[in-house]
């Protein structure tokens, strides 16, 4: 297994404007996955992409991947006060039997 | 809905106690997980289990063991606390390959 690496580490936005935040990985993936966690929760499982896939939408995610370059990108368009949390990503590789890893994420905050 | 239910929201315990940290999942999940999470340093995985009295171990094992005696229970155990496995505990639940489904965490201060 690995853990993916979410970039950048903060982000701080105005409601309305889109976020943007990359997660990048070592080795091939069977699949990749997006959470979010609200301050002292557990995580949210948002959206997953395979590794034949190249981008999902999820509402106002939008997720990307990019397999030559071994990189995924989350975009939330027209972001909402609610919003306002970390981001994770996971990626899954063949012979993790689903063993999920996760990085330190990306804080996420939007300003009313 | 899933639901992944940890036993304590919040724990105090003493230095050298034995903590007993339980989790239960109800969607019949083959793997179950357990994570600390410390601030900056994101989601670490203690332990993860992919069947009923099968374990392995994640990347920071130490100090920490697991038991899972039935499918739906999943118990991280602190043989003899100290005041660095102060931390929010997290456990989580999935299908293999599948996304994870996780509780709402125990934090535990160790004094």
């Known amino acids: 297994s690995q853990q993916g690496e979410e970039d950048p580490q903060a982000l701080s936005i105005q409601e309305g404007e889109n976020a943007t935040m990359n997660c990048s990985y070592k080795?091939?993936?069977?699949?990749l996955q997006w959470y979010r966690q609200n301050s002292g929760r557990g995580l949210v499982h948002l959206i997953l992409?395979?590794?034949?896939?190249r981008e999902k939408h999820s509402g106002r995610l939008r997720v990307t991947l990019d397999t030559s370059k071994k990189s995924s990108s989350l975009l939330i368009t027209a972001s909402r006060a609610a919003d306002t949390a970390s981001y994770f990503c996971?990626?899954?590789?063949?012979?993790?039997?689903?063993?999920?890893?996760f990085g330190a994420g990306t804080q996420v905050v939007v300003t009313p | 809905d899933v639901k992944v239910t940890q036993s304590s929201r919040y724990l105090v315990k003493r230095t050298g106690e034995k903590v007993f940290l339980e989790c239960v999942q109800d969607?019949?999940?083959?793997?179950m997980f357990w994570y600390r999470q410390d601030p900056g340093l994101g989601l670490r995985l203690i332990y993860f289990?992919?069947?009923?009295?099968?374990?392995e171990k994640g990347d920071i094992p130490e100090g920490y063991s697991v038991s899972r005696e039935k499918k739906e229970r999943f118990s991280l155990i602190l043989e003899s606390a100290s005041t660095n496995q102060t931390s929010m505990y997290l456990c989580?639940?999935?299908?293999?390959?599948?996304?994870?489904?996780f509780g709402n965490g125990t934090r535990l201060t160790v004094t």
């Open positions: 989580a639940s999935s299908f293999i390959n599948s996304p994870l489904h």
């Open positions: 080795t091939s993936i069977n699949n």
């Open positions: 992409i395979r590794s034949n896939e």
């Open positions: 996971a990626p899954l590789t063949t012979d993790s039997w689903g063993k999920f890893q």
């Open positions: 969607m019949d999940h083959e793997n």
């Open positions: 289990s992919y069947d009923v009295k099968m374990k």
